[in-house]
């Protein structure tokens, strides 16, 4: 085993049938450290997790160990008795209850004479751990009003409700579905954890983040140790260059499409519950950046323009053609595509497999004259895409849900490349993936427009609007309030527009 920490794992390997998943993995965690785990989806990240939850049961000689005593693998009581406790990007919060119901489930609550609960001390109970976390909410809210800083901070207090026990926390992707303003309140609540000696594993795709919070980091690569690496002895190129192999990331480039359609895509007065008489043009040939903090209007935005909501005002056009609102049929047949924010319940079926989700854009293309589907042909047109786009692993008929979430999100844009849609509308298409993958995407994104098509990026990730795309438009309170040329594009510009309102 590797070094002197709190969590000490030694030569952990994890084979699924023929596919090494974790090989000769060392890996350690000191008390009150935040110790980041990064690596491109298919890394072995997951896997290691989930070997700690007890999810997994690593190979023989694999060793795992916490605070000196040996850890019983395929056991998640075995793993919780060692104080390991885990918040992954799923919180698994229950909306329609409250807060304080939340922090009880799996635990139970405070009983009295007859079985009733202690309300009132449950509550004070809850507003002391969420204050201790940094927290001020009132126990009795229903999850679903929370803000999205405010259920991760619940899902921690939740990890540590026996914060004595508690000896290390993991937290999976935590800021994964965070706008990024509420990320330094998710920070604070980390620091808090760290400051009580509790060691911290911290698993993201942000890289900023991890030069944010972490003191040291670790890096997988196809499911070995790259290296641990103290934090200020790295930068982002570096990092990414240990994460990739030193494979080159670079995707910003000029179309090559010889002449943009303008108007191939328009939005006229655009309203919904938060967009309020927006109006804009996309051209065939470039990508459109959609930009704005959480609440602006930018997350309503493309599932509109599809017709996935019913109550639209104003006008769309695809090629002067008017859409109405509420039908993704008629957007579909007039060329238009949509990858939705979330690929779980809205991108996808998730209990089919990749070949099946591949063909469901256009089934008949493989379908006989009296219906019945040329199999062979659907798994051949799905190992062309499955290859083209480097999803892992190279299975048409894998489970889409044992697919990491990059390799997911490559077959949801993948089963709309192949009707060669006119409008491409992308929605957060790279939430949650690697940067390997972040960068096949944008690549394929690139190529669309090159191809003729209007692509539209919907991003709460300004470094990805700068990184591909050609015009840029900012959302505030429902509205334009601004937009950048490719050579205006850039951080501090788009953080100006998008926050003007609140520093002016």
Not at 69 to 80: C, I
Not at 395 to 405: E, N, V
Not at 483 to 504: F, K, M, N, V, W
Request: proline residues 4%; contains cysteine.
């Amino acid at each position: 085993m590797t070094g002197d920490g709190l969590l000490r794992i030694g030569r952990l390997t994890k084979r699924f049938d023929a596919t090494l998943a974790l090989d000769d993995v060392d890996l350690d965690v000191r008390a009150g450290e935040v110790h980041a785990l990064v690596g491109h989806n298919g890394s072995g990240k997951s896997t290691l997790i989930k070997v700690l939850a007890g999810f997994h049961t690593p190979d023989p000689a694999s060793e795992v160990s916490v605070d000196g005593e040996p850890l019983a693998f395929g056991s998640a009581a075995a793993s919780r008795a060692a104080g390991l406790r885990f918040v992954h990007q799923d919180l698994g919060l229950v909306h329609s209850l409250s807060t304080v119901e939340n922090l009880a489930l799996g635990v139970g609550f405070d009983t009295g004479f007859g079985g009733r609960i202690r309300w009132a001390s449950e509550r004070r109970e809850a507003r002391r751990r969420l204050h201790e976390l940094g927290y001020e909410i009132d126990p009795r809210r229903p999850v679903a009003e929370l803000a999205a800083a405010e259920r991760t901070g619940v899902a921690i207090a939740r990890a540590l409700r026996d914060a004595d026990r508690a000896r290390l926390l993991v937290v999976d992707e935590p800021t994964a579905m965070l706008p990024r303003h509420e990320v330094a309140v998710l920070f604070d609540a980390i620091r808090r954890v760290r400051e009580r000696g509790v060691g911290v594993l911290y698993v993201s795709h942000r890289l900023d983040e991890v030069f944010s919070i972490a003191a040291r980091v670790t890096v997988l690569r196809d499911g070995r140790r790259v290296g641990t690496f103290a934090v200020d002895e790295l930068d982002e190129p570096r990092l990414v260059a240990l994460m990739t192999g030193g494979a080159s990331l670079a995707v910003r480039e000029d179309g090559s499409v010889e002449e943009l359609r303008d108007g191939l895509l328009v939005a006229d007065g655009l309203r919904g519950t938060v967009l309020d008489g927006v109006s804009f043009s996309a051209a065939g040939g470039e990508i459109l950046g959609v930009a704005g903090l959480s609440g602006s209007g930018r997350e309503e935005l493309l599932p509109l323009l599809f017709g996935a909501r019913e109550r639209r005002g104003g006008a769309v056009r695809v090629e002067g053609a008017t859409l109405p609102a509420g039908l993704p049929t008629a957007a579909i047949a007039a060329g238009m595509a949509l990858v939705p924010g979330d690929r779980h319940a809205a991108g996808a079926v998730t209990s089919l497999s990749v070949r099946e989700n591949l063909v469901l854009t256009d089934l008949r293309r493989h379908a006989t004259r009296l219906g019945a589907m040329r199999r062979a042909a659907e798994r051949a047109e799905a190992r062309r895409w499955i290859e083209a786009l480097d999803v892992r692993p190279v299975d048409p008929d894998a489970p889409f849900m044992s697919l990491s979430g990059g390799n997911q999100q490559k077959v949801v844009l993948a089963k709309w490349l192949r009707v060669r849609p006119r409008v491409l509308l992308l929605d957060e298409p790279t939430q949650g993936v690697d940067v390997q993958a972040k960068a096949t995407i944008h690549r394929l994104a690139r190529e669309a427009a090159s191809g003729g098509a209007a692509v539209v990026i919907a991003s709460s990730d300004d470094a990805e609007l700068c990184e591909c795309c050609d015009r840029v438009l900012v959302l505030r309170d429902g509205r334009v309030a601004g937009e950048l040329p490719s050579e205006r594009i850039g951080a501090h510009e788009l953080a100006r527009l998008q926050l003007a309102s609140a520093t002016s």
